[in-house]
């Protein structure tokens, strides 16, 4: 039902063909913001660390192959079903004699930058791929600058190629002007070895991993403020090498919980996926529309919560609104519920999401394009969009724009639409999901 178009395997051009319904369970991979940070964090530690779980994805060996650069031995994540990293201290990254180079991936570019600052004498280049050295870094650097970091690189140090010189730091309390966990990370890792104690203040609470596993790696680290707001770190703590056990990602979950609740007859059962309260706004939205969803088997594995999720087809969904208090906690969900949002009985408003145009794509402006090619009704705002639910999607030609998830929610939308769809550069999916189209065509067996 769904084939690559050999001579057109430059733009990985695939056709999904309608129909069918998803039957089944399955596991998804590990969760990328965790996998980036069991990387790096059991790089600056004393000792083994162990994975199990880890993503084998094109983002996190971005972030695997930058730290073996800097003279980390770490097992090979492609083959390995558990990961080892001989990590080499706090202070014990090599300067790298090549760029390193962080891919499509922000959270390994942003976090590098956080992990590389305090080391002093030492010089770094970080380089991205056309997507991440448009994307702005001023956020991260912003704040470091206050702590005593050098980083220079094209308008005024906004987009990468990044040079950074390591410099002795400070501490400082910063206000971060954006809700992001991977600014809030830079800092926190910047803050390990600086001088002096950091307070970090966030204006909405983003993901909270790095606060949890830095905690474990024994960093000394508090919490507080209104939900979690307040992030303080004191420097001369070891961190010493942990078990870590990576959870399904919810992010790559939510393809399956919208597609399970949009495709007719469809039923799956999604196991072992993370489910950590900062990460979990689908699921007030998917209540919001009235989705057949249950969770099951709640469980702590390893300092996260982890539970299975079952689904079940629902074709009285209601629209559903979102904004800037919801928007943290379900940033990379949005690209899949502006595709369920095209199957509510109404009118469907999402706002105070302006960060989603310096994703990996403008993703209101991608989603939007596509989403118009397939005859929905969706208006793009400067910071959302409004969506009416239409009778049904028709197939057409349609494009990634080289975006992970916008070509796994176009895959999922193909699949209830009239008519079939090609898209192109369908290949992006491996950024987060390389197994996605397999268990695309294994569900729909
Ligand atoms: C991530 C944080 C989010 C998210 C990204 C992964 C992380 O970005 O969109 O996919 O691992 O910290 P922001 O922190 O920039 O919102």
Not at 209 to 237: C, D, T, Y
Not at 296 to 316: S, T
Request: charged share 25%; with cysteine; hydrophobic share 40%.
């Amino acid at each position: 039902m769904i084939k690559l178009i050999p001579k057109q395997q430059k733009l990985s051009l695939r056709e999904v063909k309608p129909g069918g319904k998803l039957i089944g369970k399955l596991k998804v991979p590990g969760d990328k913001s965790i996998s980036h940070r069991a990387l790096l964090f059991g790089s600056i530690a004393e000792g083994e660390t162990i994975i199990k779980g880890l993503l084998p994805a094109e983002d996190p060996i971005s972030t695997a192959n930058c730290l073996r650069a800097m003279g980390v031995k770490i097992s090979s994540i492609e083959s390995d079903k558990v990961v080892s990293i001989q990590g080499v201290g706090l202070d014990g990254l090599k300067e790298p004699s090549e760029v390193l180079n962080c891919g499509n991936s922000g959270t390994t570019m942003r976090l590098l930058l956080g992990l590389l600052v305090g080391r002093k004498g030492r010089h770094f280049v970080l380089n991205g791929d056309k997507s991440l050295n448009k994307r702005p870094m001023q956020r991260v650097r912003q704040p470091l600058k206050l702590m005593g970091a050098e980083i220079n690189g094209r308008s005024d140090g906004d987009l990468a190629p990044l040079s950074i010189v390591g410099r002795n730091l400070h501490g400082a309390v910063i206000g971060t002007p954006v809700a992001s966990a991977q600014v809030k990370s830079a800092i926190l890792l910047a803050a390990l070895t600086a001088e002096g104690s950091t307070k970090v203040i966030e204006p909405t609470s983003s993901r909270d991993h790095s606060e949890r596993m830095l905690k474990a790696f024994g960093a000394n680290l508090e919490v507080s403020g209104e939900r979690g707001r307040h992030i303080s770190v004191w420097p001369g703590s070891k961190l010493l090498g942990q078990s870590i056990v990576v959870p399904g990602d919810i992010s790559s979950a939510a393809f399956w919980l919208i597609a399970g609740t949009i495709i007719p007859n469809s039923e799956l059962t999604i196991e072992n996926v993370g489910l950590n309260p900062t990460r979990t706004g689908i699921l007030k939205v998917m209540e919001q529309m009235e989705a057949n969803i249950e969770l099951i088997n709640i469980r702590d594995v390893a300092g996260e919560p982890v539970g299975d999720i079952k689904v079940i087809h629902n074709d009285q969904l209601k629209p559903f609104k979102i904004d800037s208090s919801l928007v943290p906690s379900l940033v990379d969900e949005i690209p899949i519920l502006s595709v369920a949002a095209c199957f509510c009985d109404g009118t469907t408003k999402i706002t105070g999401a302006s960060e989603l145009r310096v994703k990996e794509t403008d993703r209101l402006k991608v989603m939007t394009r596509q989403l118009l090619r397939m005859g929905a009704n969706i208006e793009e705002h400067p910071d959302g969009l409004t969506i009416h639910g239409v009778d049904h999607l028709k197939g057409n030609h349609l494009d990634s724009e080289t975006d992970h998830r916008v070509a796994m929610s176009l895959a999922i939308a193909s699949i209830v639409a009239k008519g079939t769809s090609t898209i192109e550069r369908s290949n992006a999916a491996a950024v987060s999901y390389p197994e996605f189209w397999n268990d695309l065509e294994r569900l729909r067996g």
